[in-house]
């Protein structure tokens, strides 16, 4: 049973940062792309940030390219977002999730976490 759990988020300034850590457990994770979601209220999920575990290849929203970094530790099985920069628009729900499989996709995960609040304010 694949389990993630997010931590991290908080309240902080307009222009500060944060980051996101996503612990992974229950399988072996080598052959798995991790992604970072959002959801701000009274809108629908997005696409954040995606890895490959295996080569660490990185796939990013136009929105957040430049300002977020994805990242795993291998021997922590974590998965990290680096967020600097930070915007009120960036408010939401941030959520990580796990799909089988290597391609870099918007959709299609299999396992999500409970999220994780991170509020902007300006």
């Known amino acids: 049973q694949v389990q993630l759990v997010e931590s991290g988020g908080g309240l902080v300034q307009v222009g500060g940062s944060l980051r996101l850590s996503c612990a992974a457990s229950?399988?072996?994770?080598?052959?798995?792309?991790m992604g970072w979601f959002r959801q701000a209220p009274g809108k629908e999920r997005e696409f954040v940030a995606a890895?490959?575990?295996?080569?660490?290849?990185?796939w990013y929203t136009d929105s957040v390219k430049g300002r977020f970094t994805i990242s795993r530790d291998n021997a922590k099985n974590t998965v990290y977002l680096q967020m600097n920069s930070l915007k009120p628009e960036d408010t939401a729900v941030y959520y990580c999730?796990?799909?089988?499989?290597?391609?870099?996709?918007?959709?299609?995960?299999?396992?999500w976490g409970q999220g994780t609040q991170v509020t902007v304010s300006s």
């Open positions: 890895i490959r575990w295996r080569d660490t290849s990185t």
């Open positions: 229950g399988r072996t994770f080598s052959s798995y792309v």
């Open positions: 999730a796990a799909k089988v499989g290597t391609a870099l996709v918007r959709n299609y995960y299999d396992y």
